[in-house]
């Protein structure tokens, strides 16, 4: 069964960086991209971005273009979400989700959220 | 503001159909496929429809959904309790070069 397991909760300083981690099993990960959804508390869902785990393509959403990094290692199925010079607004539960090869398009996996806590 | 608009709430007693719509642009929702989500807080998102109407297997028939123009609209028929969730859209926007959420419709289960 397709499992995506993302890493444990993450309390940061203002400023610091964050690397989030998502290990996909159970279907080629090379046959699908992993996009990154975030919910602030009290907000709605919020796209970040996607990464082809095939050729490593990626889109990102202006919001967090300068700050964000999305990386796949196909040797151990695991994409990785970092974001960099963290804000109070970037406290969130991060989700990756399974997406389509080439593009973004719907998510039908997701994982079960990382809770980042970004404090002064 | 949401460039995808979705009603803050919606309720309905159980058995009764209710409907969530989604209404965008032609850059986003009259351009592309949308997908619909239910969300309760604190756990995983589930993809109950993708390409405007179709369902994941094990998503029941009760969730359905169809496209006129640039909205959209979620129908759940024979409402459960369990049904009681957050409830999103979801599109590419070809003018923003992003996947947009719509803001997200709360559903009560009187």
């Known amino acids: ?120 | 503001q949401n460039v995808l608009t979705q009603p803050p709430s919606v309720s309905a007693a159980p058995g009764q159909r209710v409907t969530i719509s989604c209404s965008g642009s032609s850059s986003n929702i009259g351009y592309n496929f949308v997908s619909w989500y239910q969300h309760l807080p604190g756990t995983a998102p589930k993809l109950l429809l993708y390409d405007n109407t179709k369902r994941p297997s094990g998503i029941p028939d009760r969730f359905s959904g169809s496209k006129s123009g640039t909205s959209v609209t979620l129908v759940i028929t024979g409402l459960q309790t369990g049904d009681e969730a957050d409830y999103y859209c979801v599109t590419w926007d070809r003018s923003l070069s992003v996947m947009l959420f719509g803001g997200g419709t709360k559903l009560t289960v009187l």
């Open chain 1, 1 to 120: 069964q397709v499992q995506l397991v993302q890493s444990g909760p993450e309390v940061k300083k203002t400023g610091a960086s964050v690397k989030v981690s998502c290990k996909a099993s159970g279907y080629t990960f090379i046959g699908y991209g992993i996009s990154w959804v975030r919910q602030a508390p009290g907000q709605g869902l919020e796209w970040m971005g996607w990464i082809s785990a095939y050729n490593g393509d990626t889109s990102y959403a202006q919001k967090v273009q300068n700050r964000v990094t999305m990386t796949t290692d196909t040797s151990t199925t695991t994409a990785y979400m970092e974001l960099r010079s963290l804000r109070s607004d970037d406290t969130a539960v991060y989700y990756c989700a399974r997406d389509y090869q080439t593009a973004p398009y719907f998510f039908d996996y997701w994982g079960q959220g990382s809770l980042v806590t970004v404090s002064s």
